[in-house]
C-alpha cells in the first residue's frame, strides 16, 4: 500500500562559499536523487569527502573561527531529541553505548536533563582499545552486570555502537541475537554513526528500524483490524487532529503511536495493528521492514502544512482505503481560523531554521501567506518537493538570505536584529532578541490544523514577554550547548 518515492535533495553546503546566500542562486539547480533521506531530515554532507563540510569554506575561515575562539562543532540543533532519546521512548527499555567518551557526552547530558540516565549505560571505548581491538573483550561482562543490578528486567535492550564501530566493521547484530537467547528479552543493535549520513540508511532512519525491530521478538496476537499505528513522529498527534477523526470515520478507532505507549506491552500490541502510517520519512525503511516481515501494510503520509499538498495526501489515503474522506469541514475550520491571525501577524518580520518538523521552505511560504516579511531561512538541503515552493519565494524576493545549517562559516554570522519571531531553534541562536518558537520534534501536526496551529504558535510568542537571556536559557535547556 506504499505511495512513497525517493527523495530528492540538494546540499546547500554545496552552494555556498559565504554565508547568506540569495534563494535565487537555488533556483535551476540539479536536485540528486537520495533514497531514504527527508525533507525535514538533519543535514547530510556529500559523500565526496569527510571533509566536504569545510571544503566550501574560503581559505582563512578556519583560522578567523579559530581566533575568534569560535568552537568548530556546529550542533544540528534538533532540540534534545537525539539517538538516544530516541530510542528511550520505548518503555521499559534500557540501552548500553558502546563509545568513545566524546561521542557519548552529549546523550549522556540529555539522558540527565530528560529523566532517563538510569536507563542509559556506557562502555568507554578508549583509544588503545580501539587500536588493539579489545574495546568489546568486556561486553558480556558489562551486559550481564546491567541485567543482574537492575531492579526488575528490562523488557528490551538497546545495544548502540558509533561510527568506529562502522570502519571496523563490528557485528553488534549478532551479539544482539545472542544476547537475546541468552537472557530471554529483546536485543536489537542499533548506531549513531553520523559518517552513515550521506547514505541510503543515516542515523535517524536506522534508528526507526531499530526501535521497531523489537515488535519482530514479541510473542504476535489477534489481528485487530480497528487499530493503525502511525510510525516516525517521537511527540504525540493532538486527538483533536483531523486525520484522528477522519480514520475514525473509516473504522480504525484505535489509533497507535509510540508517544503514547506507558508500558512495553503497550508498545508491543503495535504488531497486531492492520496498518502503518508512515509520517516522516526516516520510518519508511522500518515500515518496509514491517511489511515483509510482520505483515503490516502501511501508508505514507508526509506531515505537510502547505494545504494542496494536505489535500493530495488525503485523496491518495482515500483512494488506498477505498473509503470517502469527507475531509471538508475540518479545511473549512481552519480557513477560518487562519483569517482571524492573519491581520495579527500581517508584516511582521520572521526567521526560519532548519530544525522543524517541516521544510524551512514550505513555513516560509506559509508565513508569506499570512502577510508576514520572511527575513532569512536556515537549511540543510531541499527535495524536489521545494522546488515549487523555492520558486514562490523568489517570486516574492530573490534576494531572500539562505544559511546553510551545518556548515562551519555559520559562526562566523552575526547576530540578526531586526527580526520579530525566529521559528526553529537554529533560528533563535542566530537572532536571540527575537522571539523565539520552538517548533521541533517535541510537536506534531498532521492535517489542515496544522496552519492554524503554526500561526498560533507564532501569536502567542509575539505577544509573550521574552528576552535575549530567556532565550539563551532556552537552548540551554534543549541541550543545544554543552
Not at 123 to 151: K, R, W, Y
Request: proline residues 6%; negative net charge; charged residues 20%.
Amino acid at each position: 500500500m506504499s505511495c512513497c518515492a525517493a527523495a530528492s535533495e540538494i546540499r546547500i553546503e554545496n552552494l555556498v562559499r559565504s554565508a547568506p546566500v540569495p534563494i535565487s542562486a537555488l533556483k535551476g539547480h540539479t536536485f540528486q536523487q537520495k533514497a531514504g533521506l527527508s525533507n525535514t531530515a538533519p543535514a547530510h554532507e556529500e559523500a565526496s569527502g569527510a571533509s566536504s563540510a569545510t571544503s566550501c569554506v574560503e581559505p582563512g575561515v578556519l583560522q578567523e573561527i579559530s581566533a575568534k575562539g569560535y568552537a568548530y562543532y556546529l550542533t544540528p540543533c534538533a532540540g534534545e531529541w537525539g539517538i538516544v532519546r530516541g530510542a528511550m521512548a520505548v518503555p521499559e527499555s534500557v540501552l548500553l553505548f558502546v563509545a568513545p567518551t566524546g561521542c557519548s557526552r552529549h546523550g549522556s547530558v540529555c539522558a540527565m536533563m530528560n529523566g532517563y540516565r538510569e536507563r542509559v549505560f556506557y562502555l568507554d571505548a578508549s583509544e588503545e582499545d580501539l587500536v588493539m581491538g579489545t574495546h568489546l573483550d568486556g561486553l558480556d561482562a558489562v551486559v550481564d552486570a546491567i541485567m543482574q543490578g537492575l531492579p526488575t528486567k528490562p523488557a528490551a535492550f538497546f545495544l548502540f555502537s558509533t561510527c568506529v564501530d562502522d570502519l571496523l566493521g563490528s557485528d553488534y547484530r549478532s551479539l544482539a541475537k545472542t544476547f537475546s537467547k541468552r537472557y530471554g528479552i529483546p536485543f536489537v543493535d542499533g548506531h549513531m554513526d553520523p559518517i552513515s549520513l550521506t547514505s541510503s540508511a543515516p542515523p535517524l532512519v536506522k534508528l526507526q528500524r531499530s526501535i521497531y525491530e523489537l515488535l519482530e521478538q514479541v510473542t504476535p496476537g489477534k489481528r485487530d483490524e480497528s487499530a493503525v499505528n502511525i510510525i516516525g513522529p517521537f511527540a504525540q498527534l493532538s486527538p483533536e487532529s483531523d486525520l484522528i477523526h477522519l480514520l475514525c470515520d473509516c473504522g480504525y478507532t484505535r489509533i497507535r503511536q509510540l508517544p503514547s505507549c506507558k508500558t512495553f506491552d503497550d508498545f508491543a500490541a503495535m504488531r497486531n495493528s492492520t496498518l502503518n502510517i508512515v509520517m516522516r520519512d526516516t520510518a519508511l525503511l522500518a515500515a518496509r521492514e514491517m511489511e515483509r516481515k510482520l505483515g503490516i501494510p502501511f501508508v505514507h503520509a508526509p506531515a505537510f502544512a502547505y494545504t494542496p499538498d494536505v489535500v493530495r495526501v488525503y485523496d491518495a489515503m482515500a483512494a488506498q482505503f477505498k473509503a470517502p474522506f469527507n475531509y471538508q469541514p475540518f479545511l473549512r475550520q481552519a480557513q477560518q481560523a487562519c483569517e482571524q491571525y492573519k491581520p495579527l501577524l500581517q508584516g511582521k518580520s520572521i526567521g526560519i531554521g532548519a530544525s522543524l518538523a517541516l521544510s524551512p521552505f514550505e513555513a516560509a511560504v506559509v508565513f508569506l501567506e499570512a502577510g508576514m516579511d520572511i527575513s532569512f531561512i536556515i537549511c540543510a538541503g531541499a527535495t524536489k518537493r521545494d522546488e515549487h515552493f523555492i520558486d514562490m519565494l523568489c517570486a516574492h524576493n530573490p534576494n531572500l538570505s539562505v544559511y546553510p545549517a551545518m556548515n562551519p562559516v555559520m559562526s562566523l554570522v552575526s547576530e540578526l536584529n531586526d527580526v520579530d519571531v525566529a521559528f526553529g531553534f537554529d533560528a533563535a541562536r542566530l537572532c536571540t532578541h527575537a522571539a523565539p518558537v520552538p517548533w521541533g520534534d517535541d510537536v506534531c501536526t498532521f492535517g489542515f490544523s496544522t496552519i492554524p496551529e503554526l500561526y498560533k504558535a507564532v501569536y502567542k510568542a509575539l505577544t509573550s514577554d521574552h528576552s535575549t537571556s530567556q532565550t539563551r536559557e532556552m537552548l540551554y535547556q534543549k541541550a543545544l550547548v554543552i
